[in-house]
Nanobody, 123 residues
């Protein structure tokens, strides 16, 4: 059983900062790409940022220069540092990871999602 658990969401004023964390646990052999997505009411889920196993990053244009994604492979954790937050960043933020399941050898590979954490930015 593999789980992704997010934390760090909350209510913040415009211009403020939040740091999201997502920890993967379970029978994990390796983790490839990890990322953060968000979904606002009446909108589709969209990619915010992603990071490869080697550390290459990718950002949505709307968050470039304000958000930073990073990961700690030893802790099986991905972070999203969000600065200069805007009301339009308000959404539920979801962690995603491409995980190879297995204990002593790879057994299967699939995408996993966290349960989501609410980020609300007031104007």
């Amino acid at each position: 059983q593999v789980q992704l658990v997010e934390s760090g969401g909350g209510l913040v004023q415009a211009g403020g900062s939040l740091r999201l964390s997502c920890v993967a646990s379970g029978s994990i052999f390796s983790i490839n790409d990890m990322g953060w997505y968000r979904q606002a009411p009446d909108n589709q889920r969209e990619l915010v940022a992603s990071i490869s196993g080697g550390g290459s990053t990718n950002y949505a244009d709307s968050v470039k220069g304000r958000f930073t994604i990073s990961r700690d492979n030893a802790k099986k954790t991905v972070y999203l540092q969000m600065n200069s937050l805007k009301p339009e960043d308000t959404a539920v933020y979801y962690c995603n990871a491409d995980i190879v399941v297995g204990i002593t050898r790879p057994a299967s590979r699939r995408d996993y999602w966290g349960q989501g954490t609410q980020v609300t930015v007031s104007s």
